[in-house]
């Protein structure tokens, strides 16, 4: 196993920054090498998170995949208002770029994943609808699917979380939010207009999760919508536990 | 030499962040150990920077001082508007207490300084005026005062570098820049107005930088306010070469 | 939490090196600042290891403690036969001064303990004995107690984990075993001899662990010795199942 | 330009080590892809280094190839006696592997340089030489040409430097070296009677440097073999003044 941490300027970012790449790819196992550019999965990390602060290392190894772990400070994976805020581009394009040309790693859909955990499970479920062409498979683990409230926002508004300001950079004008891009659900309605094939999705919650309800709407609008998604509810809040264990889930899933 | 790269919970910016120390601590030059705590420069990176992205190693060894890096993105070390862009709270109260209390090191505005280049020599200006009893010593290279053109923006515009959210969100709103606490001028007059000490600065611009307006305008500004300072200009562009040079000169200043 | 990647030159080593430390000391947690300087756990890594490679990540806010991991290559941790192989001097002096002077760390072997597993067993044991007036408390997980294995070995021998060159090189003339220093029983009667008291000892193994025999040869030892120490024996084998288990008994009885 | 630092399971050190990469890869300067796969130089440090500490930042988008930088601590970069002191195959198989496997970088001759300094000028000779068909050209700088010196030793004797057992670990039995694959005039004498193709070398070293004359023994030794080579002699001592300016010298020579 090999554990990359690397520094770049991000055109994106506008900056240099820095992420995390773990691959299977040293001879400690004696593995056979596999056939063909490696899978790769990009997971992604949670508010107040960053790069390599959750790393499931045991399944490389087991389904012989590469993970690709960014650090999107707390921008909710979104393209936002100001210059260099632009995390959606950093990781739908310039990452996938940078490490299908770098590490060689395999260039279809059918064998990049993206998943993620609380505003990782949003960011994984809108970039992945974002750029279906790059991410066949969408993981959303306890997902902050939080831009309905974030729609209702006034300024001067916030929560105990954040304030307008911070909302309004991450997600655009919440006024028009509701029908913005930034709404994963735009992106599920515009694709389907357009016949685009939408990725494979699997979602789940902790039944004692904060964001259980957010995770039943968006599992009820998928439904409504006829958009085919494995969909799981289990025991648990919103912590490792469960995350832990639905990692593994999806990574079956996914590569197995 | 020790180097140290450290992650941590910023509760400034509500996240895991990092930066990086560099502490001639270890016993390779057979050094006397220095007398009571060590000195300390809080060295700022320019926009697109990031810790580490220049380092005078040999000067550490030289005058027995630390160097605390932070990794400010491009927020000209301010506190922005958004929840979690409090830059200037990071640099100025945060890390100077995180090093203070985990290194040990001094404790005192005579042994503390802070310098920059660029966006970081308004950084080092900014962040050491509004914590006068912190830093007892500023140095300002090449630095980005554009305060002035920020203050003229109207919504929508922008400039080649970035857009008009970008600065709304570093400097809080333009209109109201000229008076906010974000305009070192209005900390000075400030300082002044209070009788609170005010740092002993060193300014230096290259005659060929393209900046180098904006550093002769704030030198007439401190000479008008009659603000003891050094001010010096030199052949140079905005680059490495000047810095190279001048960085010396500014911490033979502070500490030899 | 904040976590250090120190890199500097070891003069034990007579090269650039780096190891890890973390420390419960950023504002994350609101914990109320520790009441005089921190206590320190070493931690010493397996064969094959390296700093970082196991950490215990829960328990240094758990206990207020700080956890120091060297890197000591397949050591050991011993002061082998070559320049620069001083491994116990690594660990046993030049990182115990140098984290108790960098970042002010409890000076007293009653808040200083050294723990580790496999290697780093033996490296606990042997160091902790090295070093009775710096380390107060020892853990020794499935520790590889092989000295009586490698003082019988004879030129041009060696084992299917490596060559006689290698056990030579980390613990001298296997021929002299028995009685030299690196013998960690010899430590023990020397300690007794000089009327020195004897660190506290945790050990604890799998019983189905390849190392229990000499486990349970070491706790013969200790009691037909009359050295005071917990013993103990648990379902498991060689892994990390048994050392996360353990590790958490043995920090709760160090600093619990 | 992107910057990796990489930890990995070393089959040849039989331990998790790190070696560190810059490939000028990302998008900031806009440069045109390369055609084909990217040239690569791996860059040897000397006694006491380690991996980074000299990294010339400004060559590879010069020129546009890769830098290598392995860490192999004291050990001239030879296969010691010891089980898991194999730095001759780290370096000249494993890293080669890996970095061609893992970054796609170039797989020929041409295409691939290795250079060093002091203890890595020997590294880079002695390894370009025991691996003729992978490393085509070869820049020796200030090298530490000691191999007579070491032939010489006597059981317990040593020098300043190190003891007879650091020398005999890393370079084998004294009495044996002269004769050995250690010794790179061995090396290039079986090359020739085998008429293998010797690859191309640039030596270089500073008039006052203290291994001027070991440096002018290798000339001559290639001279009298007819193995053609540069070779300079500038004014200069064993310091980083002479090393940056000749690794842009060898960087030319090799790349430009």
Known sequence: MAYFRIEYYS????????FEVMIPCDPREGMPAPEGPMR??????GYTGKAGNYVPFDLPYKYNFAIVMPSAENSFYLNGLSTGHAFQTLVG???VEFVRKTFGLAGDPTNTGIAGLSMGGFGALHTGLAYPRTFGKIGAMS?????HEVAQMKPGQGNEVANYDYYRECFGEPALLEESDNNPETLIRKLKAAGEKIPEIYMACGT????IENNRAMH???EAEGVPHE???GPGIHDMVFWTEYIQKIVRWMFG
């Open 231 to 233: 969909y799981h509810e």
């Open 208 to 211: 004692e999760d904060f964001l």
């Open 220 to 222: 009820r609008f998928l």
């Open 143 to 147: 997902s902050a699917f939080i831009h």
């Open 40 to 45: 790769t999965l990009f997971l992604l990390h």
């Open 11 to 18: 055109k994106a970012l506008r900056r240099e920054t820095s």
């Open 93 to 95: 394009e310039e990452l």
